[in-house]
């Protein structure tokens, strides 16, 4: 199973909001696509409630990849010359 693209979001979104369908139909009628149904359910829970398929600002794959890492490469608890 490979990425949802935005040709898959697009006919999730015209799926859901001009036919009505759910994630299990969806995923009779396209079976090649391979969707995970968990996803399909986010992406239309998504839709529902917000009217868009489009991530939220500030949540790019980018900024998730970041979170956690140190920045400056240094500790600021520590002292030059103090041992513990």
Not at 30 to 45: E, G, Q, S, Y
Request: charged share 30%; net charge positive.
């Amino acid at each position: 199973m490979g990425r949802m693209t935005e040709e898959d979001h697009s006919l999730i979104f015209n799926l859901r909001v001009h036919k009505g369908w759910g994630s299990w139909r969806m995923m009779t009628e396209f079976p090649l696509k391979m969707w995970n149904r968990r996803t399909v359910d986010n992406i239309i829970k998504r839709i529902d409630s917000e009217g868009t398929t489009a991530r939220k600002p500030g949540s790019s794959l980018q900024n998730l990849s970041n979170r956690g890492k140190r920045q400056g490469g240094k500790r600021s608890d520590m002292q030059p010359g103090v041992s513990e």
